[in-house]
T-cell receptor
Framework: EAQVTQNPRYLITVTGKKLTVTCSQN?????MSWYRQDPGLGLRQIYY???????DKGDVPEGYKVSRKEKRNFPLILESPSPNQTSLYFC?????????????FGEGSRLTVL | GQQVMQIPQYQHVQEGEDFTTYCNSS?????IQWYKQRPGGHPVFLIQ?????EVKKQKRLTFQFGEAKKNSSLHITATQTTDVGTYFC??????????FGKGTKLSVKP
């Protein structure tokens, strides 16, 4: 089954404790991206990657890191989480290198930073 | 920066009424996509529009792309409770980034 898998789905952590949210897709997609979703602000792109070893900043990259060492994986790293990073995070992938066309989203990861 | 305005932010309708959400850009778009997100769920792709003046239909949903490719709309005829959710538009920016409208949250009263 074609899917984007994120882990963990739910996480409560404390300020400053490094965490990684994993994202994996099994569709051999070129494009992968991360979003955060906050009430009243909609979906905002954090980082995106158009290919292996190529990553670019989206609208809200501060406080986040990503890597794309393999085509299927695109982890999101919070080196020192802060309460303002409490949010619902989505990973997505697309067959189209620039991300247009159909985006396949993961189920989401709800992160709370205390 | 690049942005797209989506209105209304909320829409409450009686089941059977029609619903429309609009996305407006100050710049010409090469294409636009529409997504639906059910409560507690993740966004799901509905459609992509590419051509000026394009109109596409999916059962009770009608999607339009403006002649100038600066606006788009999603119209639902005779809403049902299964239509509840948030509808987003999005388009690709000049750098490979994606810009999303803030969404229109639709609630349907039975």
């Amino acid at each position: 089954e074609a899917q984007v898998t994120q882990n963990p789905r739910y996480l409560i952590t404390v300020t400053g404790k490094k965490l990684t949210v994993t994202c994996s897709q099994n569709m051999n997609h070129e494009y992968m991206s991360w979003y955060r979703q906050d009430p009243g602000l909609g979906l905002r792109q954090i980082y995106y990657s158009m290919n292996v070893e190529v990553t670019d900043k989206g609208d809200v990259p501060e406080g986040y890191k990503v890597s794309r060492k393999e085509k299927r994986n695109f982890p999101l790293i919070l080196e020192s989480p802060s309460p303002n990073q409490t949010s619902l995070y989505f990973c997505a992938s697309s067959r189209i290198p620039r991300g247009t066309g159909e985006l396949f989203f993961g189920e989401g990861s709800r992160l709370t930073v205390l | 920066g690049q942005q797209v305005m989506q209105i209304p932010q909320y829409q409450h309708v009686q089941e059977g009424e029609d619903f429309t959400t609009y996305c407006n850009s100050s710049t010409t778009l090469s294409n636009i996509q529409w997504y639906k997100q059910r409560p507690g769920g993740h966004p799901v792709f509905l459609i992509q529009l590419v051509k000026s003046g394009e109109v596409k239909k999916q059962k009770r949903l009608t999607f339009q792309f403006g002649e100038a490719k600066k606006n788009s709309s999603l119209h639902i005829t005779a809403t049902q409770t299964t239509d509840v959710g948030t509808y987003f538009c999005t388009y690709g920016g000049s750098q490979g980034n994606l810009i999303f409208g803030k969404g229109t949250k639709l609630s349907v009263k039975p």
